[in-house]
């Protein structure tokens, strides 16, 4: 190949002004023979040898800080390897374009590189262990600029291909890329609304006047009134004293002060205004805060109040309304000329998004089911999901196939959902499963929230099912399957087999302060779980009846009662606690002198909801059989008669004689 011409105009010391040309004299390959500075890494294995060809850089830490101070480079690699275990900051530091993963051969990407220094190279963390991945404190040659319309680079040019994200970002850089991605939806992508479109407005917006210390004012448009609107995904982080209130409404709909808004708040309104929209949701301003009428009445409309949005603002890094999310300064820029520049690569996706404070707040997981699309805002990049892809800033895009990451699952699923909605395809009930999997790991400041902040996506759900029937959080028409939840396991990775072992970790499940839901009801717990049904057929057990004597399709309910009512083979059966107390899987058998590791009398793989580690006597009732496997769920029996749910069991290679249990009408409250 013949070199790539670069004049580098930036600020950059002399050892990183011949890294870079280097780098572009090279085209960004691998060489037999190199100048000063290079090293080649030799035949024989050594902890160096997967890092491969190096290029010598700065003697020590101390010498990158003094170089920051005046090289651009030196400062965008020290923010990064400044953040490191001061352990890894032994020997001279080493810039690798070339280095190589076994699981994935070499680096291809053009323009990337990784640092590390020498002494400390053994220990240097890899980070995500998404196949693939590109190690942490890695750095990337990118284009300034955009991709021109119609422009394709092959995707080994990385640097032609992916561009650098502004250190400070500006109306003009969100109006920008937002018109981009809203164009590239329209033209490309079959599965996205098309053009700029109205939708019936809520009940209150706030309506923006343009430009700097313009009005703002609470609306209350009439009935039926359309209108273009964006609304505000964020975390409340404890309370807001800028809320709407009975006292104040009134007040408010004449105007309102940006300056005693909270920092998040003002941030969306200067989003909303670099968009050109005129209105903006925002539920502490937009709900009555005080009134509980008010309140229930606009959680029902909250499926619509986020489908209508031309966009939703997600406020992802700011962990409380005071926190803000328009950051002065994102991420440091290397400049080498009007074309290139230098940055470093960003965390891997799905492991950044699993870290933000918005996603594991518990009502923005329907917020973000129900938009489309939505406009994340990071403390480093801009995102932009919809229908389609989920797009970064730097020209990544993500879809979420083929990934088994809890992210990567919801993306999937949420296309999924909306995509059925839009058409009127009916769903399946495991894709209801499948949403409530990634909502058991999410966090409430008030606990008699979790079943209301799931209320928009039953009614989207239910959209899709109209004659489907809503049942603490579960669907009647499949409520055998939707019984069979289970606190999460721990699957180890490249383990061929699923199934709860006795040496798996299982994750942690409390009880709520107060009673929300029926035992027999995943809402009854708070915590990540699994829900079986998508790992197995064969259901056995027959639902006699599903009576609520409170909420019934009433999908606001925060307290839902009632009783479910099952026939199916079942027994009294003894818990044997495991007997390493930091385990969490035990053994059921007939009898309590009965041995947990005879499998002619024991079904192994019981994990109980809440107390793991006291033996008892229990009862089993098998709800599905699949060739030599069991799952039962595992109950307590009341002095009335009637049980309760305690936990469940995945037994395999199961030796039990199944004559052993008997046909019960089993009565779950």
């Known amino acids: 190949m013949s070199p790539i011409s670069i004049t580098i105009t930036g600020t950059l010391c002399e050892i990183c002004h011949q890294f870079i040309s280097n780098l572009f004299e090279f085209d960004f390959t691998r060489q037999e023979t190199y100048l000063s500075r290079w090293q080649q890494v030799g035949r024989e294995w050594s902890p160096e040898k997967p890092w491969g060809d190096v290029f010598h850089h700065h003697e020590t830490f101390s010498g990158l800080s003094e ?9 965008v690699l020290h923010a990064d390897l400044a953040l490191m275990d001061p352990n890894l900051h032994q020997g001279w530091l080493g810039l690798y374009p070339f280095w ?5 051969g070499k680096n291809k990407l053009k ?25 942490m404190h890695s750095f990337r040659v990118c284009r300034r600029g955009p991709l021109i319309e119609g422009e394709e680079v092959p995707w080994v040019d990385a640097y032609r291909r992916l561009s650098a994200v502004p250190t400070t970002l500006q109306s003009s850089d969100i109006s920008r890329m937002v018109t981009c ?7 490309t992508h079959k599965d996205c609304p098309k053009g700029k479109s109205e939708s019936e407005l809520p009940t209150r917006v706030l309506e923006l006047g343009e430009g700097e210390g313009a009005l ?11 209108g273009v609107y964006a609304s505000l995904s964020h975390c409340w982080g404890g309370t807001i004293n800028s809320v709407t209130t009975r006292a104040n409404k009134a007040a408010r709909k004449d105007t309102m002060s940006f300056d005693d808004l909270p920092q998040n708040f003002q941030d969306a309104i200067h989003v909303t205004q670099a968009l050109g929209i005129r209105y903006l949701w925002i539920d502490a301003l937009c709900i009555i805060q005080d009134s509980k009428e008010d309140w229930s009445r606009e959680a029902a409309k909250m499926h619509s109040v986020y489908a209508g949005a031309l966009v939703v603002i997600s406020a992802l890094d700011a962990p409380a309304s005071t926190a803000g999310f328009l950051k002065p300064n994102r991420v440091p820029l290397a400049i080498l000329d009007d074309r290139y520049a230098v940055q470093k690569v960003f965390q891997e996706l799905n492991d950044y998004l699993v870290e933000c404070p918005l996603i594991g707040r518990g009502w923005c997981m329907q917020e973000r089911l129900l938009a ?13 999901e919809c229908r389609t892809e989920f797009t970064c800033e730097d020209g990544k895009k993500y879809s979420g196939l083929s990934d088994g990451h809890v992210m990567a699952e919801f993306m999937s699923t949420r296309k999924r959902i909306g995509l059925a909605a839009a058409q009127g395809d009916e769903l399946d009930f495991k894709t209801w499963y499948q949403l409530l999997e990634e909502y058991g790991t999410r966090n409430f400041t008030m606990s008699s929230d979790k079943l209301p902040a799931l209320a928009g996506a039953a009614a989207l759900f239910k959209s899709t099912k109209p004659g489907a029937t809503y049942v603490a959080g579960l669907w009647k028409e499949d409520i055998a399957r939707g019984l069979l ?9 490249g383990r061929k087999v699923w199934g709860i072992s006795s040496t798996d970790k299982i994750s942690l499940l409390t009880r709520p302060p107060e009673k929300r839901a029926p035992s027999w009801s995943w809402a009854a717990l708070d915590g990540h779980i699994d829900f079986w049904a998508l790992r197995t057929n064969g259901f056995i057990v027959e639902v006699l009846d599903v009576v609520m004597s409170v909420g019934e399709n009433e999908l606001t309910a925060a307290f839902p009662s009632g009783t479910v009512t099952l026939r199916g083979p079942a027994t009294r059966m ?8 930091s385990r969490d899987v035990g053994t059921l058998t007939f009898r309590k002198v009965d041995p947990p590791k005879d499998k002619s009398v024991a079904l192994s793989g019981c994990v109980m909801d809440l107390d793991r580690h006291t033996s008892r006597f229990c009862w089993a009732v098998i709800m599905s059989k699949s060739n030599d496997s069991w799952y039962s769920l595992v109950l307590g029996k009341r002095p009335d008669g009637t049980y309760r749910r305690i936990g469940m069991c995945t037994a395999h290679c199961v030796e039990v004689d199944p004559e052993r249990f008997e046909t019960r009408d089993i009565q779950i409250i």
């Not at 323009?111 to 190690?135: D, L, T, V």
């Not at 703002?216 to 359309?226: S, W």
């Not at 994340?376 to 801009?382: F, L, T, W």
């Not at 939840?485 to 699957?491: E, F, M, Q, T």
């Open 67 to 75: 170089s920051a101070k005046m090289c651009e480079l030196c400062y």
């Open 372 to 384: 489309n699309p939505i406009l994340h805002i990071g403390k480093e990049q801009m995102f932009w």
């Open 181 to 187: 991605w809203q164009k590239e939806c329209s033209d």
């Open 100 to 104: 190589s993963s076994g699981r994935m």
């Open 111 to 135: 323009g990337h590189f990784r640092a590390g220094f020498r002494e400390a190279i053994g220990k240097m963390p890899w980070g995500s262990s998404k196949i693939a991945s590109i190690p």
């Open 574 to 581: 003894f818990y044997h606690a495991p007997e390493d107390p």
């Open 216 to 226: 703002i004012r609470l609306y209350e448009p009439a009935d039926g009134e359309k």
């Open 485 to 493: 939840w289970c606190a999460h396991y721990y699957h180890m990775p």
